[in-house]
C-alpha cells in the first residue's frame, strides 16, 4: 500500500445539519434509532440495510432526500408528517442533480463541486429501490433485477457493487479518476454498508472472490490520491473496513491465510494513518480468526491489543466484544478461570449500553451475539449444557434480518445438544439448520453440521436422527473449505 497524495483544492461547501430528524430521535442512541428504523421496513414488506452509519448521515445532512424504499418506512413511522416535516428536501429539488456513486462517476472535480450542491445530496439507492423506481439507469435496473432473481449470492454480490463503479473488471482501474474525491470515497463506504448486509442474508463463500476486487480498486484509489486530506482519511477508513469485510468473508468460508492477510492489511492501514477505531476493528477480527486457526494465545494476545486500542474511543459495547473475543482465546486455552473472568466483563461492560461511540459495523453485536460467543467458549470448554442453553437463547433472541447468524447459532446449538447426549432435540436443531441452506453459503455452518452429523451417527434410532443424516448427506451444497469441526 501508498500513501494518498493530497492537494490542495476548495473546500467543499458543508451540509446542512438535519435537526429535524435529530429531535425525532430523542434520547435514542443512532445505534438503537437505526433497529427501529428496521423493524418499521419489515412492517410494510420493505427491506433496508440502516444502521448508526446511515443514521448519522441523515443528521449530519449528506443526505437531503432518502431514496423511495426509506422516505416509505419513514412516512410508516411518522404518520402525518411530509419530508419537509422531517428535515429533508423535496425530492424535486434534488433529483437528479446530485453526483451518482456509480460505474458513470465524474473524470473530473468530485461531484457536486460547481453545481451547487453540496455532495451526496441524495442517498445512493439500495437494490429494491435502484431496480423499480430509477427512471434514468433502466438497462442497469433489468440487469440487476435479473441477476437477483435468477442467480446466487455471488451473482448478488457482482450486481450489487456494479453500480458503485467497484465492480470486478480487468479495466476497472482505467476508469479510475486522476484524484479521489467525495463520490469516490462514498462508493467505497457504500459497497463496505452492501457486502455486510449480502453476507447477512447469504454468508460468505458465494461472495468472497467478488468482492476482492472492489477491495483492488480501493487501494487503486487511495495510489491515485485524493482531492483534500479529509477525503484521503475517508478512503484510508474505508479502504481499511473493506479489507476487514474481505477478510472476513475469506475467514467465514475458510480462507484462513487469505483472511489473515486482509486483516493485516487494514492493521497497516490503522496504523499508518494513526486510526484507533479501524485498529481496534483489525484486531478484532484477527482475534477471532486466530482462535479458529488453532492458535488460542495468538487470539488472547490479538484481543488485548484491541482492547488498549479501543479503550480511548468510548465504547462500551466495543470492549464487551472484544473481551469476548478474548474469552474464547482463553477457552481455546482450556484456562476456563481466564474464560470466566473475560465473559464476566464482557457482560458488565455489555450492560452499561449503547452509545453514539458505538462503531458501525458492529450493528450486529447484540443480545444474540453475546450468547452465541458466549456459547462457543462453554463448547470449547466441554461444557455442554451452559453451551448449549447459551446457543438456544442466541438463536431465538437474534434478528431476522441476519439469516446467516441464525443458521450459526442453529448449528452451533445442534451440535452442543448432541454432544450433550440429547440426540433428538439436536436433529430437530439440525433440520432447522438445513432448511436455511438454501439462503445461506457459509463454510463454518457446513463443517459444523457435518460434524453433527459424525456425532449422531451412533444414534440413527432417536426420534429424527435417521431424516436428518439422511437429509445431511443427500445435501448438495458447496463443500466446506479449509478447517472443519466446530467453533
Known amino acids: 500500500m501508498t500513501s494518498s497524495t493530497v492537494t490542495s483544492s476548495q473546500p467543499d461547501r458543508p451540509p446542512r445539519p438535519n435537526l429535524a430528524f435529530r429531535r425525532l430521535r430523542g434520547q435514542r442512541s443512532p445505534a438503537e434509532f437505526a433497529a427501529l428504523v428496521r423493524r418499521a421496513a419489515r412492517e410494510i414488506g420493505e427491506r433496508v440495510s440502516c444502521d448508526a452509519r446511515y443514521i448519522g448521515r441523515v443528521e449530519a445532512g449528506e443526505i437531503r432526500c432518502p431514496n423511495y424504499a426509506y422516505e416509505r418506512v419513514f412516512l410508516h413511522m411518522f404518520p402525518g408528517r411530509t419530508l419537509t416535516d422531517l428535515g429533508f428536501a ?11 456513486p456509480d460505474a ?68 476497472a482501474a482505467d476508469r479510475l479518476p486522476p484524484r479521489a474525491g467525495v463520490p469516490e470515497a462514498m462508493a467505497l463506504e457504500e459497497a463496505v454498508r452492501r457486502i455486510r448486509l449480502l453476507d447477512d442474508r447469504h454468508g460468505a463463500d458465494g461472495l468472497y472472490r467478488r468482492a476482492a476486487a472492489p477491495l483492488r480498486a480501493a487501494y487503486a484509489l487511495l495510489d491515485a490520491g485524493a482531492t483534500r486530506q479529509t477525503t484521503a482519511d475517508r478512503l484510508h477508513s ?48 484477527t482475534a477471532f480468526l486466530a482462535r479458529d486457526a488453532g492458535r488460542p494465545r495468538e487470539a488472547v494476545r490479538a484481543a488485548q491489543a484491541a482492547q ?21 482465546g482463553w477457552a481455546g486455552l482450556a484456562d476456563r478461570t481466564g474464560c470466566e473472568r473475560a465473559l464476566v466483563r464482557a457482560q458488565a461492560l455489555f450492560g452499561r449500553g449503547r452509545a453514539d461511540a458505538d462503531p458501525e459495523w458492529m450493528s450486529f453485536y447484540g443480545e444474540a451475539e453475546l450468547a452465541g460467543l458466549e456459547a462457543q467458549c462453554w463448547s470449547a470448554l466441554g461444557d ?66 457435518a460434524g453433527t452429523a459424525r456425532v449422531l451417527l451412533p444414534h440413527r434410532r432417536a426420534s429424527g436422527v435417521a431424516e436428518f443424516l439422511d437429509r445431511h448427506a443427500a445435501y448438495k451444497g458447496p463443500h466446506p473449505v479449509g478447517a472443519g469441526g466446530t467453533v
Open 308 to 328: 488498549r486500542a479501543a479503550r480511548p474511543l468510548g465504547s462500551s459495547r466495543l470492549l464487551s466484544l472484544l473481551a469476548l473475543r478474548e474469552a474464547g
Open 104 to 171: 458513470a462517476a465524474p473524470r473530473g472535480p468530485a461531484a457536486g463541486e460547481g453545481s451547487g450542491e453540496p455532495p451526496g445530496a441524495v442517498e445512493p439507492y439500495d437494490l429494491r429501490d435502484h431496480w423499480q423506481n430509477d427512471p434514468l439507469n433502466h438497462e442497469e435496473s433489468d440487469v440487476l433485477r435479473r441477476a437477483f432473481m435468477t442467480g446466487g449470492g455471488a451473482t448478488v454480490a457482482a450486481a450489487t457493487l456494479a453500480p458503485l463503479g467497484l465492480a470486478p473488471s480487468a479495466t
Open 90 to 100: 423535496s425530492r424535486s429539488s434534488v433529483r437528479g442533480r446530485a453526483a451518482r
Open 238 to 285: 474505508g479502504a481499511g473496513e473493506l479489507a476487514i469485510s474481505v477478510g472476513w468473508l475469506a475467514h467465514d468460508s475458510g480462507r484462513f491465510d487469505d483472511a489473515r492477510s486482509h486483516y493485516a492489511e487494514a492493521l497497516a492501514t490503522a496504523r499508518m494513518t494513526g486510526d484507533a477505531g479501524l485498529e481496534a476493528h483489525a484486531f478484532c477480527n
Open 384 to 449: 455442554w449444557r451452559r453451551a448449549s442453553r447459551q446457543a438456544r437463547r442466541a438463536a431465538q433472541a437474534q434478528d431476522p434480518h441476519f439469516t446467516r447468524n441464525i443458521a450459526l447459532y442453529t448449528a452451533e446449538l445442534a451440535d452442543d445438544l448432541a454432544r450433550e447426549g440429547r440426540p433428538d432435540e439436536a436433529a430437530e436443531a439440525g433440520l432447522r439448520v438445513l432448511a436455511l441452506l438454501d439462503q445461506v453459503q457459509s463454510s463454518r455452518i457446513q463443517s459444523m453440521l
